[in-house]
């Protein structure tokens, strides 16, 4: 996972999500390849491509089988399974996010995507310095730091900001969406850092790692504006 400065134990919001979307991407992929076979090698499936999407498949069904169930505790999902703690994670679903730009079956039913979403919209935005600085990575429902020092919880990460503003714009939260683009444009123009835009920015005052390519992300917006369609 990429917030290689904070663990999460056991089955993870985060990480589960990512899995259960790459399974359902890899098994699109064996299905588009049994439809159009390519020249391959003997050695590129030496099980053959239906025994790869049945793996898959059994996997799938049993991350599923878990996934809601064990996370899900009312408002939004809990951060990992045995971490015992109330952090509201920004990019716990991003998994979905990537479901829905590829035209993928849901992580989880769009239901709970919204609700999720306006916890994530109230918590690590509104309630982390009153919305001045962008998504915080996670905090706990008030808003406030389970670590004072903590690290990637408390940095506001420009690239995820900009992925959750499009996935709010995909599931009709478009004007808080753009406030958070807005808010985290500001951040980075304001300080200085518009031809060095970087990874990290955090409500003392710091940022790091200019040119951070995840910013690049900020095309997911244009993308879902549009109705995640592809413009000319």
């Known amino acids: 996972q990429t917030f290689d400065d904070w663990k999460l134990r056991g089955i993870s919001a985060y990480c589960g999500s990512l899995w259960i979307a790459a399974l359902e991407a890899s098994i699109t992929?064996?299905?588009?390849?049994?439809?159009?076979?390519?020249?391959?090698?003997?050695?590129?499936?030496?099980?053959?491509?239906?025994?790869?999407?049945?793996?898959?498949?059994?996997?799938?069904?049993?991350?599923?089988?878990?996934?809601?169930?064990?996370?899900w505790n009312g408002e939004y999902n809990n951060l990992d399974s045995e971490s015992n703690t109330d952090v509201v994670m920004a990019d716990q679903l991003c998994g979905q996010f990537y479901a829905q730009l590829l035209g993928l079956p849901d992580v989880v039913e769009r239901e709970y995507v919204t609700k999720t979403l306006r916890k994530i919209y109230d918590a690590c935005f509104l309630k982390f310095h009153q919305g001045k600085f962008g998504f915080a990575n996670g905090v706990k429902p008030d808003g406030s730091p389970?670590?004072?020092?903590?690290?990637?919880?408390?940095?506001?990460?420009?690239?995820?900001?900009?992925?959750?503003?499009?996935?709010?714009?995909?599931?009709?939260m478009e004007?808080?969406?753009?406030?958070i683009a807005e808010t985290v444009v500001k951040q980075v123009y304001n300080n200085g850092l518009q031809f060095r835009t970087p990874e990290a920015i955090t409500a003392v005052g710091t940022f790091r790692a200019s040119h951070y390519l995840r910013a690049m992300a900020i095309w997911a917006i244009y993308y879902a504006i549009n109705n995640g369609r592809l413009v000319s």
């Open 175 to 179: 004007e808080e969406g753009l406030k």
């Open 146 to 172: 389970e670590k004072e020092n903590d690290t990637h919880p408390l940095e506001v990460w420009t690239g995820i900001n900009f992925g959750i503003v499009a996935f709010l714009i995909l599931n009709g």
């Open 29 to 71: 992929i064996g299905e588009i390849l049994i439809n159009n076979p390519p020249q391959l090698q003997p050695d590129d499936f030496p099980d053959g491509i239906e025994k790869v999407i049945a793996t898959h498949q059994a996997w799938l069904t049993q991350a599923r089988s878990i996934y809601h169930n064990t996370l």
